[in-house]
């Protein structure tokens, strides 16, 4: 088989004008959305939330059934711990996320790390809101023994009478140590269940298999379970994987009539799948188109021409109910300013440095001569603005409420020894005192890092223990009471170590004429861009990708996307111009390492 990016840039269909491509089974799909249902005021370019999933949805669903194709709605969990809204442990978010009407939904892990917030999934109306649709096929209740949710479930195409068994795996996540599931929960793992007898069993129920599956996307797991399918079901059983959890845009053919796509995270994407199965009697077409969580996108992925006539009366609701959640929940109150001129990016040193240096230290009026802080990487999970930084800002820069731990008395050389193991300064944030090898140290970390660190510790012959620190503060308000009584908002802006900057508004000011600059070179240029497809590839076929991809497989796909990078920059210089549609190769939105695992 060959893998083609074959990408339509005219109706390849006849419903509307829409530039998907439909297959006789197709699914739109998000995962990891961590309770960014609302968009991302910070990122004009992600100016969706779930009610324009909603009403996005309702059209495709709208031009697919036209053509006679069936259609689902899929989300793969990780539902919470991102935004405000996932405050308290999701009570307030999953009433939003029942307004979608998903087919299959799946636990990610991080419904399981409190038993709080499996409680609320489960108790109070989640669960028993999207019934069978709710799988979870290697999770259970440890007070029963019962999967969690459901095992599998049959879903029936509206059109074709045709009918696709669906399953929904977690990744094997431990029940000890760092990132482990909360005690309300066993998670059995992936090759236990797939050699259980209901599980193969479940496979000859229908004549395809869609299996939502909350680990990466080419995880070896992954393939455990294609192995199992096919040793039961043989080579020509068509399975379409839905993945996750690594926070990517990616896709990979498994086999000739397997393949998994990842569709992103933190609601930046959503995915498209349409797949021809010929009549099954050769290999199936997948193909795949990630959309930009943008309005317009959306707008013209589908064929239309404005937002009103994206809109519709329940995905209006939505976004009202949205609005209203936040406004109970305070969310966009105002805590503070931000005195740095420039982001504060999760993934460089500063943010951390001020996290462990100020923030800590402050926090938890620490002994500076003593003290020592160690945090994990992956405990950030957003960026943090120039600007006014409201409530909602905090958690999304550090969600997960994380109680402190203090160990006393470390000697000096032991933190010396643990620094220098391989590996430790990629998964691990310290303060910037210079240890000393004769001295005793206080060392803070959180409730996630402590098993870990203690275990380092241990080996290198400490006998201490760690204790809940006498805080009444978490990871998350720490950040909240420091913002309020540190960054004022009439402070003046802090150059990049902290000090006043006399010379950050001419910086700008230079940095604004040099892009105001550039973006009307890049307008110029994209003139050319924006014709040049239909000038010089009457196919419609992306000759580049063609080329790129190689092989032999029948996988197309490409991206919808409202302007990024370079083409970001000409939108500004011509707002009326409609979206360009980049044709892209799944490029990474995210790295695996970003996610708390």
């Not at 009570?91 to 029942?98: D, G, Y």
């Not at 805590?335 to 990016?345: I, R």
């Amino acid at each position: 088989m060959a893998i083609c990016f074959l990408v339509a840039l005219t109706p390849a269909v006849s419903a509307a004008s829409s530039i998907l491509t439909f297959g006789d089974l197709n699914i739109v799909v998000v995962t990891d959305v961590h309770s960014w249902v609302s968009g991302h005021r910070h990122n004009p370019n992600l100016n969706a939330d779930y009610g324009d999933l909603y009403s996005f949805y309702e059209h495709v669903k709208s031009q697919a059934l036209a053509l006679g194709k069936d259609i689902f709605l899929v989300n793969n969990g990780d539902i919470v711990d991102g935004t405000g809204l996932s405050d308290p442990y999701g009570a307030m978010l999953t009433p939003l996320i029942e307004n979608l009407p998903f087919d299959l939904i799946n636990t990610g892990n991080h419904e399981l790390y409190n038993d709080e917030s499996i409680g609320n999934i489960v108790n109070n109306g989640f669960k028993a809101h999207f019934g069978n649709a709710y799988v979870t096929t290697n999770v259970a209740d440890s007070r029963t023994g019962q999967t969690l949710g459901a095992n599998y479930t049959v879903l029936n195409g509206t059109s074709s009478g045709r009918s696709y068994v669906a399953f929904g795996f977690l990744y094997n996540m431990p029940a000890t140590g760092s990132g482990k599931h909360c005690d309300d929960v066993i998670v059995r793992t992936v090759e236990h269940t797939v050699n259980t007898t209901w599980f193969q069993q479940a496979l000859g129920l229908a004549p395809m298999a869609i299996v939502n599956a909350h680990m990466g996307y080419d995880n070896q797991l992954v393939h455990v379970i294609l192995g199992k399918i096919r040793q039961v079901m043989g080579p020509t059983y068509p399975v379409v994987f839905l993945t996750g959890h690594t926070h990517i845009r990616q896709y990979k053919q498994l086999d000739s009539y397997a393949v998994s796509f990842e569709a992103g995270h933190y609601f930046d994407t959503i995915g498209f799948v349409g797949i021809d199965l010929n009549s099954f009697s050769q290999p199936p077409v997948f193909r795949k188109v990630d959309v930009n969580a943008n309005v317009q996108a959306m707008v013209h992925a589908v064929g239309l021409t404005n937002q009103a006539n994206l809109n519709t009366t329940t995905g209006d609701y939505i976004k009202t109910e949205i609005v209203r959640v936040r406004n109970a929940m305070n969310l966009d109150q105002t805590l503070g300013c931000n005195p740095y001129p420039e982001k504060l990016s999760r993934h460089h040193s500063q943010l951390f440095d001020i996290m462990l240096n100020q923030v800590w230290p402050y926090g938890l009026k620490v002994d500076v001569d003593t003290y020592y802080g160690v945090f994990s990487r992956g405990g950030l999970r957003y960026d943090l603005y120039p600007g006014d930084v409201n409530l909602d800002d905090i958690v999304t820069l550090t969600p997960f409420h994380n109680e402190f731990f203090v160990a006393n008395n470390v000697p000096g050389m032991m933190l010396i020894n643990i620094k220098s193991q391989h590996g430790f300064h990629w998964h691990y944030a310290t303060s910037d005192q210079a240890l000393n090898g004769n001295l005793h140290y206080t060392l803070f970390m959180d409730g996630y890092d402590r098993a870990e660190l203690m275990s380092r510790l241990t080996s290198q012959g400490y006998s201490g223990s760690a204790s809940r620190y006498d805080t009444t503060l978490d990871t998350t308000t720490i950040w909240s009471e420091f913002v309020k009584a540190q960054w004022s908002c009439d402070q003046p802006s802090s150059s990049q170590d902290g000090r006043s900057s006399s010379a950050g508004s001419e910086t700008a000011l230079i940095a604004g004429l040099a892009i105001g600059f550039a973006a009307v070179v890049v307008g110029l240029l994209l003139v050319g861009y924006k014709f040049a497809p239909c000038m010089n590839n009457n196919s419609g076929q992306n000759t580049e990708l063609a080329g790129m991809a190689g092989g032999s497989s029948m996988v197309e796909g490409g991206s919808v996307a409202e302007p990024s990078s370079i083409i970001e920059q000409a939108s500004v210089v011509d707002p009326e111009n409609h979206p360009r549609f980049v044709i892209g190769s799944n490029a990474e939105l995210g790295s695996a390492e970003e996610e708390e695992i």
